[in-house]
Structures are given as structure tokens and as C-alpha cells.
């Protein structure tokens, strides 16, 4: 079993560095992350210059300026001379609930994981100012987790979106499958002075859990339980499919 590791965080984020040892147990794990924070980097691709890997260590590799979804692409289609069994990607250092995984680098890794058409999972866990940053919890539901899914493989192709709540592991209160919540609008931008004196301005924070009723992740969370949602890559509103195509009619040639 290989397992590919991947984060948004960095290559030496706590949370990477937590989930690589928990995942040592299930097979021989490959860390392939960015050199740096790129959270927020959703599912882009360096393609206006080449990229370097670097070997930080045993089984770990940062590229350097590359994306999360760089990292995962080039691991799985070039730069190792094997195939990797999974992907994992986090543990992020916060939440990605809702709206959060259509930005999230953290899930975009473990979507590029569908190349090898096996479940891949992202993990978050869900840390808010003072809530202690519990990594060694989160990193041991990973465990449980993917343990799991080789006991019993899920259907194939999809990536499981895993939120777990910032608490010691015995407050855990369990584990559900959810649907994706979705948020307020995110705060304002917030604008600041550079030296000079001109205007610049920082991406405000995101919204609070809008639909966040039971079933959603963001429920799951606020109750002290791991939040399990399995994605697809399908954007298609297909509720809608009907009632557009009534509407191009007048356009029809
Ligand atoms: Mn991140």
C-alpha cells in the first residue's frame, strides 16, 4: 500500500507532519506538498513555468512555488517511477466546510487524486482561535478512517471530505456521513495603508454556516462529530437542465 500525502499547508505544516506518521501504519507514505502556505489555492496548475521538487527528507519532497494540485499531479503522473494505492491530503490547519472545499487546496489535492480512481480524502481540522489544535486527535480519526476504507473500500472515484472537530479524542463524539452546509457571505474586505500611503486590502474572512441545519457538516461539527461528505467532481446543476433549455428557446435556430 502507497500512500500519497499531500497538504495546502506546507510540507513542514503540523497537521502534514501528523498525518504522514499516522498513515505509516497502513502502508509506506510519500509526503508531496508545496514549500510554502497555499491555502486557498482551489484546484490550479502551474502552467506558465516549469517546477523543482526537492527532497526535505526520507519519503518527503516539496515543490517548490507548485500548487497542492501541482503536487499531486506531478506525483502521480511523472516524477515517481510507481503508482501511489491513495491519496490523502491535510490535515489542514481549519475547517473546510461547505463552500470552503470549491477554495480549499486542501480538498483540490485529494481531488487530483482521481487520476487513480480509488477514494482519496482530505482532512481538516476544524481549529478556531484557542480551540487548542488538537492534530494528535485528528490525525488518529485519519487513522481509524483510512483504516476503513481498506477494510472495506468504498465505490471508486470520489473524495471523501473529512472535517473533525478541534477536541482531545475522547470528547469526540462519533462519526457521520453529511452534505455540504453553506456559508453567509464572507466578511468585507478589509483595507489597510502601505507606507507610501496607498490603499490595500486584505480578502475578508469567511462568512458563519448559513445552512447549517442537521445532515450538514457544519452541524456535525457544532455537535462534536467528525463530518464524512463524499464529493463529486460533477457541477452540473441538473435540477435546472430542463427549465434552461425552455428558456434558450426563443435563442433556437
Ligand atoms: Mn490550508
Redesign the pocket.
Known amino acids: 500500500m502507497r500512500i500519497l500525502v499531500s497538504n495546502?499547508?506546507g510540507y513542514r505544516a503540523e497537521g502534514i507532519v501528523h498525518l504522514a506518521a499516522a498513515l505509516s501504519g497502513h502502508g509506506s507514505t510519500t509526503v508531496f506538498a508545496p514549500d510554502r502556505?497555499r491555502?486557498g489555492a482551489s484546484n490550479s496548475l502551474t502552467l506558465d513555468m516549469p517546477l523543482r521538487v526537492f527532497e526535505a527528507g526520507p519519503s518527503t519532497y516539496f515543490v517548490s512555488g507548485g500548487t497542492p494540485t501541482d503536487c499531486v499531479h506531478l506525483a502521480l503522473s511523472g516524477y515517481f517511477d510507481f503508482e501511489f494505492d491513495l491519496v490523502c491530503s491535510g490535515i489542514?490547519?481549519?475547517a473546510n466546510l461547505g463552500d470552503d472545499t470549491l477554495y480549499s487546496?486542501?480538498v483540490a489535492a485529494a481531488i487530483e487524486g482521481r487520476f487513480l480512481g480509488l477514494p482519496t480524502v482530505a482532512f481538516s481540522l476544524c481549529v478556531e482561535p484557542g480551540s487548542g489544535r488538537h492534530f494528535d486527535a485528528a490525525a488518529r480519526v485519519a487513522r481509524e478512517l483510512v483504516g476503513r476504507l481498506l477494510e472495506q473500500p468504498l465505490e471508486r472515484g470520489f473524495t471523501l471530505n473529512v472535517n473533525i472537530p478541534d477536541l482531545p479524542y475522547e470528547q469526540i463524539r462519533g462519526i457521520v456521513a453529511t452534505r455540504l452546509g453553506n456559508r453567509h457571505r464572507s466578511e468585507p474586505a478589509i483595507a489597510i495603508t502601505d507606507p507610501r500611503g496607498r490603499n490595500m486590502y486584505w480578502i475578508g474572512p469567511a462568512g458563519e454556516g448559513q445552512d447549517a441545519g442537521e445532515g450538514t457538516d457544519f452541524h456535525a461539527i457544532s455537535q462534536g462529530y467528525v463530518s464524512v461528505t463524499p464529493l463529486q467532481i460533477d457541477l452540473t446543476r441538473h435540477s435546472a437542465l430542463a427549465t434552461v433549455s425552455q428558456w434558450l428557446e426563443p435563442l433556437a435556430r
Open positions: 495546502d499547508d502556505n491555502s489542514n490547519d481549519g487546496g486542501t
